[in-house]
């Protein structure tokens, strides 16, 4: 095992992809549950990935993937005669 410690490599690998904002460990956690949504992971997955307890902690990360939630289309919208957008 190595002895570097977590904070150490999490700092090496943000200075190899280029990154220069602050980065820790809630933050990679962070990014990956909402990439995980980004890829419409269903919630209740990622929750128990995460390992919330409630449902509520894990949607907390929607409001991050704002690209995910204006591509939902209604279902109302989707009876309609609108052009659907793309």
């Known amino acids: 095992m190595s002895s570097v410690p977590p904070a150490r490599s999490i700092r090496a690998g943000a200075d190899a992809a280029g990154i220069?904002?602050?980065?820790?460990?809630?933050?990679?956690?962070?990014?990956?549950?909402?990439?995980?949504?980004?890829?419409?992971?269903?919630?209740?997955v990622i929750q128990v990935l995460l390992g919330h307890k409630r449902l509520e902690t894990t949607s907390l990360y929607a409001a991050v993937a704002t690209d995910l939630l204006r591509s939902v289309i209604s279902p109302l919208d989707q009876t309609s005669d609108k052009p659907q957008p793309e």
């Open 20 to 44: 220069d904002k602050r980065v820790s460990m809630h933050s990679l956690r962070h990014a990956f549950a909402t990439h995980l949504l980004e890829q419409k992971v269903d919630i209740r």
